[in-house]
Every structure is written in structure tokens, then in C-alpha cells.
């Protein structure tokens, strides 16, 4: 053990003389890895941007919703508990169900009045409905003002509470041009053969084909033992373009990375090859007295594993600090700033890819290591 622990401090203070004596081999492993982490980081990143920036721009126009309309006289709760259930089991999404009734006039401007039921309160919380039970939507466009104003209906006037659309609300990708929302049995259809219009508006939390796919056929299954010739519709069919370019782009990704990590690794077994040369007579004299190969080759692994990896971690922490600058000109009018957590999978990446470029840059160590004594002392 003794041994051991002295060979390992002789091969440590070998490792810092041949950096002192050598200072360019470490700057130039250093500053190759830097800049190469960096350059690599800044289009890793515009990659991870693009992608948040369409997936919201898809899911601010729905990309989350799937739709169903269907005409009924009275509502079914047996069918809704249905939908319920089967969505819960599905995935995590929440169902919101609105009746067209009629149609109001504000200000001049048709506006659809629909009934919202107490099962749909969940899905409607962002709207002040225990406040105002009366409420109307209207997106900023249509120029009504959020104020208290006068809803008509046929030959009747009543003051009603007119609210902004929020951007991205579940009612507007149905009603894009504003919404009145009463309380459910106001107008009472009971009795009479009248058909309602229903809309059943479901929202998943995670946006992908193969949900959306599924709570797609699930509504279309429940409808079809229903009777009715009712149709979902959704993004998937756009979401699954979109997760093919996606998956394209991730083999780009690794591309690239691997392409840095070829690049360093070229540098690494130039220099370490280079430097085992030049201590090879003493580093046999080592092996005649009894150390192992392994540890003169261990020794140029964590070398190379401590210099690569602490300029990679700089290189994170520098393009962090200084990524608004490198990418805000390609990214004008956005926001392209990004945490480690959006950047941790690409960091994990290039690591993983600096990780195997030392250990195969290695061999030539190796065999270096592993020849015979002979061979180099004749």
C-alpha cells in the first residue's frame, strides 16, 4: 500500500512538471475544449430554442386541445362521467363542456352565449365565474373595452361584466372572436325537441401525438356506441410532423457532438502520444522496478479527464453568463436566454462524448504502456 501511495505521488508530481515544463500542451488542450464547448453549446442552444419556440407556438394555438361537437336535446351525464373516466385513464387532462344557447349583441357585435356547467369550474378557474357568474370574453382585437356593459338578447338588455380574453385560454381556439358565459339551466330546453349545440373541449397536459392520438379515438369510440356521427379533431397529425423533424434533429445533435468529441480526441492522442514518447525511458525504468502499466496509463486518463472536463465546466459556465449576447441576434424579438435544466441534456451529451474521446485516445497510451522492457531499454 505504502508503495502505491508513493508511485502515485511521484506519477502526480511527474504530471506537474511535465505542465510546467510544457506549459503549451496544457493550454493548448485547455483552450481547444473551451472553445470548442463553447462554439458547440451556442448551436446545441439554438437547436433547444427553436424547439421550446415552436412547441409553444404550437400549443398557443391549440396544440393541446382536442375538440368534439355534438348536437344533443338534453345533456347526457351518464356519457360525461364516461369521458371523464376514460380520459383520467388515459392521461392527465381536464375536460371543459359549454352549450351554445343563443346569440347576444354588446355593443353592436354578435356574440355567442354559452352555458358552462359546475362540473366545468375546474377547467375554467382562471375565470373570475364565482365573481361573475355573467361573464364575456372578447379578445383585445375586437376593440370592446374590459369594462361592465350591455348584453342584448332578442328584446331584452342586462348589464354584464366584459373581461380580455387571456391569450391562449382554452375557450379561444373555439370562440376566437369572444364568448358570453352564463350558468347552466338559465335557459331551460327540457321540455322542448330544441337540438344544443355542445362543445367538449379537452386540454392534455402533455402534448404529443400518441396522447392526443388516443383521447382522439377514445372520443370517437364513445360517440360512435353513443349514435352519433359526432368527429374530434386535434393537432396530431401536425405534432406528428413535428416530433419526426424533432427526432431528426436530435440525430443532428448527437452529430455534432460526436464531431466535437472526434476533434478533441484527435488532439488528445497527438499530445499524449507525444508526451509518452518523451518519458518512455523512464517510465520503463519504472515498470523494471515493479509498477504497473495500468497506472501509468490511469495517470494519463485522469490527466487528460481532469483538463477536458474542467474546460468543458468552464466553457458552461462562461456561455451561460454570456449566451445573451452570442444568441440574441439570431433569436430577435425572443427571449433566448436558457437555464441549465433546459441545457442539460446537450450538456450531458457533449460530456459523455469529451468522456470517450479520452478513454479512446488512450490506446495508443496502452500500447505504449504494455510493451516489453527490452524492447525499449536495448
Avoid at 486518463?301 to 465546466?313: C, D, M, S, T, Y
Avoid at 445573451?324 to 450531458?348: C, H, S, T, V
Amino acid at each position: 500500500m505504502k508503495s502505491l501511495i508513493l508511485t502515485s505521488l511521484y506519477l502526480f508530481k511527474d504530471t506537474l512538471y511535465r505542465w510546467k515544463e510544457r506549459p503549451s500542451s496544457l493550454l493548448s488542450r485547455i483552450l481547444v475544449v473551451f472553445f470548442l464547448s463553447v462554439c458547440a453549446l451556442s448551436v446545441l442552444a439554438t437547436y433547444v430554442i427553436s424547439t421550446q419556440t415552436l412547441r409553444n407556438e404550437v400549443r398557443k394555438n391549440g396544440g393541446d386541445m382536442v375538440i368534439m361537437s355534438d348536437f344533443e336535446t338534453k345533456a347526457d351525464p351518464g356519457k360525461t362521467r364516461l369521458m371523464k373516466e376514460s380520459l383520467s385513464s388515459l392521461c392527465d387532462a381536464e375536460m371543459v363542456i359549454v352549450s351554445e344557447l343563443s346569440v347576444g349583441d354588446i355593443e353592436g357585435k354578435k356574440i355567442p352565449i354559452v352555458a358552462y356547467s359546475d362540473e366545468s369550474l375546474s377547467g375554467l378557474k382562471d375565470l373570475p365565474l364565482q365573481e361573475f357568474p355573467y361573464l364575456a370574453l372578447m379578445p383585445r382585437s375586437e376593440g370592446v373595452l374590459p369594462a361592465p356593459s350591455k348584453l342584448t338578447v332578442e328584446d331584452f338588455s342586462f348589464p354584464i361584466v366584459v373581461r380580455e380574453m387571456p391569450s391562449g385560454h382554452v375557450l379561444a381556439h373555439v370562440y376566437s372572436r369572444g364568448v358570453i358565459l352564463v350558468p347552466e339551466g338559465v335557459v331551460d330546453l327540457s321540455g322542448s325537441n330544441a337540438m344544443v349545440h355542445r362543445n367538449f373541449l379537452v386540454r392534455v397536459k402533455e402534448m404529443s401525438y400518441v396522447t392526443l392520438k388516443l383521447v382522439e379515438d377514445t372520443l370517437n369510440n364513445i360517440g360512435r356506441l353513443d349514435g352519433t356521427t359526432t368527429h374530434a379533431r386535434s393537432s396530431a397529425s401536425i405534432l406528428k410532423k413535428l416530433e419526426s423533424l424533432l427526432d431528426n434533429q436530435t440525430e443532428c445533435r448527437a452529430g455534432f457532438s460526436l464531431g466535437i468529441a472526434f476533434i478533441v480526441g484527435i488532439l488528445l492522442t497527438a499530445l499524449a502520444s507525444m508526451e509518452f514518447r518523451q518519458n518512455e525511458y523512464v517510465y520503463t525504468l519504472m515498470k523494471s522496478f515493479g509498477v504497473q502499466p495500468f497506472m501509468l496509463v490511469m495517470t494519463f486518463i485522469a490527466e487528460n479527464l481532469f483538463v477536458v472536463l474542467g474546460a468543458f465546466v468552464l466553457a458552461v459556465v462562461v456561455f451561460i453568463r454570456v449566451q445573451d449576447m452570442l444568441l440574441r441576434e439570431f433569436f430577435k424579438g425572443a427571449n433566448p436566454l436558457l437555464g441549465i435544466q433546459e441545457l442539460l441534456p446537450e450538456i450531458i451529451l457533449l460530456s459523455a462524448s469529451l468522456v470517450v474521446c479520452v478513454l479512446v485516445s488512450s490506446v495508443p497510451i496502452m500500447v505504449s504502456a504494455y510493451r516489453e522492457i527490452g524492447r525499449v531499454l536495448k
